[in-house]
């Protein structure tokens, strides 16, 4: 009889035991796999994300194309031209002209948007306006496909800066090592709609800037002109 | 008796927590995995993805075989001219200042993650992160020390990158990137270096015990942008 109970309880002691066993094990594995999952992973987009990263994909092979055929016809150029140092010289200078563009060493023109920022005038609380505003702002343009930018006509070329100076007589904003003062006009050279619409509409920067409390005008401009980088750009490090 | 009735108790709240646990895993993983989707265009979708993924790829490849050539061709046509040789150079080092050429020399690597700090004993969660606007400031910092090239998560920062946020991730020139963000700038490495004074962004960021670090190093390699700019709107004038 007491045996009995004895080894009732040993099989029912053996039995929990594996039974927990087994449920910590299932919890385990499902740890696991919540852990491997990773969100950025293809197998995990959903519908509409996965149309946004097809688009992306799809207009970045169509330029890598676009651009390989240029590059080939260019070569193909190159070979015939060989003997002719006048026809060469050609080549070499509108690549040359392509990469100065892309520098800023050359005046730009094109559609786009003009964007005036300044202080209201008769508010006494609101803070200035801040070089990182400046920043941000610029971030937003060329996110929204702006080709050519400018603060008070200082270009923003790849090397820019755009930094406050705290003085003893107070602070102002310096972009490429110049100083520039409000109003700030910041050109875009651009498509106008993206560029615009980056800007207005929920969560837009202009918007969030027009809630602090600064004064900010978004004019359209089919002939927008921007003119190069006024300074030397020069390297030392780099190889 | 008693004892045997606490027991079963005591088993029985303890199966019941954990099959509770179990449910609420699978149903955690249903939710976020949909590797077995039931829906044929996503499926479709993904596919269209991968494709495109990989016709890029290989295009990208082919282009950077013909961008070699043309180089070798366009030096092989103006070797023999001293004007023209000096454009020839003036191209290669632009393509270097505008991020379409890999480049090496001495500088800094930073490298910013995420706080250790336990989210609960935190005010704001949100001071424990690093944001776009982060990377945003200290690569403009960097600018401002006289950086020559710069790039974040290996994405070489060109004229037309953008640091925006996208929601727990980073977007730069289109691509996603996450803490740990490591940027790698060239520049005189003393005064890239500087970043770290007390006032300057990295010190704040510091403040907010986001892990800050910084090395100096003679030998930087940054990688080429993996893109193509390409002007559509802006057109060049006397």
Known sequence: MNKNIKKGKITMTITIGIACFVLVAIMFMQFKIVNQTDITSIENMRETELRTELANWKSKYEETNQKYEETTSKIEEYKQTKESNEETEKLVDQELEQVNMLLGKTNVEGPGIEITIQEQENAETEGEIKAYNLLILVDALKAAGAEAISINEKRIINMSDIIDINGTYGSF?????????????????????????????????????KTTGFDVKINKNDKIEINKYNGEIKTKYIQ | MQNKKI???????????????????????????????????????????????????????????????????????????????????????G????????????????????????????????????????????????KNAGAEAISVNDQRIVPTSSILCGGNIVNING???????????????EQLAGLERPGGYLYWLEEATIEVDVKKS???????????????????VE
């Open chain 2, 95 to 142: 393509n270097k200042i505008i991020g379409l050429a890999e480049v090496t020399g001495p500088g800094v690597i930073i490298t910013l993650s995420d706080s250790k700090r336990d989210a609960s004993t935190a005010l704001d969660i949100s001071s424990l992160l690093v944001h776009d606007k982060d990377v945003l400031s200290v690569v403009n910092e960097l």
């Open chain 1, 173 to 209: 904003i310096q972009v490429n090592g110049e100083r520039v003062l409000a109003p700030y006009v910041i050109k875009a050279i651009g498509n106008q709609s993206y560029l615009e619409s980056a800007l207005i509409g929920n969560g837009g920067y202009v918007d969030e800037l």
């Open chain 2, 218 to 236: 003679n030998n930087i390699t940054i990688p080429k942008y993996t893109g193509v700019i390409s002007y559509e709107y802006a057109k060049s």
């Open chain 2, 7 to 93: 027991i079963s108790i005591v088993l029985g709240i303890m199966c019941f927590l954990l099959t509770l646990g179990i449910f609420v895993q699978i149903r955690t993983v249903n939710s976020t995995n949909t590797t077995v989707s039931q829906n044929y265009e996503e499926n479709n979708l993904r596919a269209d993805v991968l494709k495109y993924k990989e016709r890029y790829e290989n295009k990208y490849k082919d282009l950077e075989k013909a961008e070699a050539e043309l180089e070798k061709e366009r030096q092989d046509s103006t070797q023999n001219n001293t004007e023209l040789e000096q454009k020839e150079n003036e191209i290669k080092q």
């Open chain 2, 175 to 189: 691509e996603k990137v996450g803490s740990p963000f490591v940027i790698k700038a060239i520049g005189l490495p």
